[in-house]
Every structure is written in C-alpha cells, then in structure tokens.
C-alpha cells in the first residue's frame, strides 16, 4: 500500500504571524514615540515661554535716554530739581505711568522715600506750556506742574519758588498719543523738586527707583558735584 503525505501548512502560518506581530510592534513603536516626542516639544515650548517670561520679569521696561540734568541754586549750593529721560527699553512693550500703576521710590545721604510719584502732564491736565503735550524744557515743565499746586506747591524756578514737600512727576518731550502710556517711540523726563531740607548739594549721593507694573524697577543713581552753574550734568 502507498501512503501519499500531505504538506504541512504550519509554517506557512507561522511566518504569516511572526509578521503580523512585528507590523503591530511597528505601529505600536511609532506610536509611543510620536507621544515621547510631542511631549518633548510641548515641554520644550513650556520651557521657552517660561524663560521668556522670567527674562521679562527682571529687565527693566524702561532706560535712561541721555544725560541726567538738575537746575542748580548757586548761591546756596544746592539742586532744586532734577530731570531724568526715560524711553522704553529696546524690544519692551508699553508701560502705564499712572500714579495707580507706577512709583517712585527716592533715597539719599539724609531722606528715604517708599514713594514720591504725583503723576504725569499731559496737554488735558494743565498744558499751559506745552505744545500738544509735550514740554520744551524742565522749566516749563515746572511751571505747569506747580499751576494750581497740581503736582508740586510752588515753582523751583521761581526765585522764591520751593516746594512744601518732595515729589516727582513725568512730563513728554515726544508725546503720541497724550495718556499715562509711555510707548515705543515716545520720551518722558522723571522730574524730582525737593523741598527745603531734602535738597542735594555736592558730593551728596541721589537714588531713585521707578517701579513700574511690569519688568523690574529702573534705578536711577548719581552723585552730586560742585554746584558752580544753574544747568547741572549729572552725567
């Protein structure tokens, strides 16, 4: 009798399962690593933002934009206002300068202040002198300040002119838009008028902190000279 064997298909089968199985582990692979890498950027993008942000918490918004000034009474050796320029810092965004949302803090040889800020001339405040909301100069600046008593009680330009009490206030000498907002584009001088006992004279060390809603405060610090002309450059 002759027996007739009939091929096995088992290892047919098997391979068609090793291959089905790897496809699968394939897949599977792809998949994980498509969520390990999407996590990675999203932690990455996390990362970036947060940087960012803290970069932007400890710049100062704003910068000094050129020399410091003071008007200076010779006769008596002392300053009697000072001017500081401000600008936005390189690439920062708009800053509010209202008195709710800004502060200065003043420190010297004698006298700390938490804060000294009034506010900020603008044409609809007073605007006496200026020219659509901006000042020529630290006189005319004053002189509206003190219109009024708004922000400071009497003139330091005025022959008898001292103020009853320290303040600081901000002024445009290139002004956009007329509001609190100091913009790109736009300059601004932090003025500081002293009252009798708080007026600097030489060698004396002035600090001042702009505290502002966002980035850190801009300090500002100079050491008085000799007190021998009315225009100071403090440098």
Do not use: C
């Not at 506010?119 to 006189?139: I, K, M, P, Q, Y």
């Not at 004053?142 to 901000?170: C, H, M, N, Q, V």
């Not at 000498?173 to 509001?179: E, F, G, K, M, V």
């Amino acid at each position: 009798m002759r027996l007739h064997l009939v091929p096995s298909k088992r290892r047919g089968v098997s391979g068609l399962e090793a291959t089905v199985i790897v496809i699968v582990l394939v897949i599977v692979a792809a998949a994980l690593a498509f969520v390990v890498l999407n996590m990675g950027f999203s932690t990455t993008q996390k990362a970036k933002t947060i940087i960012g942000t803290s970069l932007g918490q400890t710049s100062s918004a704003l910068e000094i934009s050129g020399t410091i000034f003071a008007h200076g009474n010779t006769t008596s050796a002392i300053l009697e206002v000072v001017g500081v320029p401000l600008k936005i810092a390189t690439g920062g965004e708009s800053v509010n300068l209202a008195p709710g949302t800004a502060a200065v803090k003043y420190l010297s040889n004698t006298v700390t202040y938490d804060n000294i800020y009034a506010g900020t001339l603008t044409e609809n405040s007073d605007g006496d002198d200026d020219v659509s909301g901006e000042w020529a100069s630290l006189e005319l600046a004053t002189d509206d300040a003190a219109d009024s008593d708004l922000y400071i009680t009497e003139d330091p330009f005025d022959a008898t002119g001292i103020p009853t009490s320290t303040k600081a206030f901000i002024y445009w000498t290139q002004n956009s838009n007329n509001n609190d907002i100091l913009d790109q584009g736009e300059h601004a001088v932090l003025a500081i008028a002293y009252k009798v006992g708080d007026r600097p004279s030489a060698l004396d060390k002035i600090r001042a902190e702009v505290l502002v809603p966002t980035g850190s405060a801009l300090t500002i610090e100079r050491q008085v000279p000799l007190i021998s002309t009315q225009v100071i450059n403090l440098g």
